[in-house]
């Protein structure tokens, strides 16, 4: 049997370490790549509100901001040409007569009239 010489010993060491470091690396990396991915996702998550995605606006977070409806040009109310309904007044023979009990006024019931 011939000696191992030191040196040559310890490159082999040496070179067994690298080994196992270039594992440790790419399986950090691959784990690096992952978590980035995850990252990506869940920012997007957290970017999203009732106007860019399906969520409903009473999951927004307090004191957003909505956008504004543009306006259409038509005024507020019933339209032109719209059908008017309304409740016609009732003749004062088929009103209710208000019958007061025992010791109110009407006062009581309206508030003071000066």
């Known amino acids: 049997m011939s000696p191992v010489d030191p040196t040559d010993a310890r490159i082999a060491e040496l070179e067994g370490e690298v080994a196992e470091l270039k594992k440790l690396v790419a399986a ?15 920012r997007g998550r957290l970017g999203q509100n009732s106007t860019n995605s399906s969520k409903p606006p009473s999951s927004d977070p307090p004191g957003t901001q909505r956008p504004s ?46």
Do not use: F, T, Y
Not at 28 to 42: F, G, K, T
């Open 28 to 42: 950090l990396l691959a784990e690096n790549a992952s978590l980035r991915a995850e990252v990506a996702e869940l």
């Open 69 to 114: 409806k543009p306006a259409s040009g038509r005024r507020p109310g019933g339209q032109p040409g719209h059908k008017h309904h309304k409740r016609e007044l009732v003749p004062a023979e088929q009103g209710v007569d208000l019958i007061l009990s025992v010791g109110q006024s009407p006062e009581n019931l309206l508030g003071r009239v000066d």
